[in-house]
C-alpha cells in the first residue's frame, strides 16, 4: 500500500489473512513522499500493490509502475471507485485522488 488510508482499507479486508505493508509513514505528505531502495526492492517482491491511482502519489508513482509492468498484480484504487471531480483551478473536471472523503463515492463500479 502506498498510503495509510489505503493500508487501513486493505487490513479491514484482508483481515489477518495477509501481510499488509505501508510505504509511507502516518503524516507523509503523498505529494512529494520518496522510498528508500530497500522500500522499492520490497515493492517489486510484493504479491499485490494497491495505490491511489489518481495522481496522490506522483513521487513514487514510477517506483509502483516498474514492478507493475514486470507482472507483479497492481489495484489502482482510484479508478475502481466513482471519486469527486475538481471544480476548479487547471484540475477542473478531472477526479480527484481523495476519493475516501466521500463514503458513497467509494463504492466499487
Known amino acids: 500500500m502506498t498510503t495509510n488510508i489505503l ?10 489473512q495477509a501481510q499488509v505493508t505501508v510505504l509511507m509513514k502516518p503524516n507523509a505528505d503523498p505529494h512529494s513522499f520518496g522510498i528508500s531502495a530497500q522500500q522499492a526492492a520490497e515493492v517489486e517482491r510484493s504479491g499485490l500493490i494497491v495505490y491511489n491511482g489518481l495522481g496522490l502519489e506522483e513521487g513514487i508513482l514510477h517506483t ?9 498484480p497492481a489495484l489502482p484504487v482510484g479508478e ?3 471519486p469527486i471531480s475538481y471544480t476548479s ?4 473536471g478531472k477526479p480527484g485522488p481523495h476519493f ?10
Open 7 to 16: 493500508g487501513d482499507i486493505t487490513r479491514a479486508i484482508v483481515d489477518g
Open 100 to 109: 475516501w472523503t466521500d463514503p458513497a463515492a467509494c463504492a466499487p463500479r
Open 89 to 92: 483551478d487547471d484540475a477542473a
Open 80 to 82: 475502481r471507485v466513482d
Open 64 to 72: 509502483v509502475r516498474a514492478p507493475e509492468q514486470s507482472g507483479v
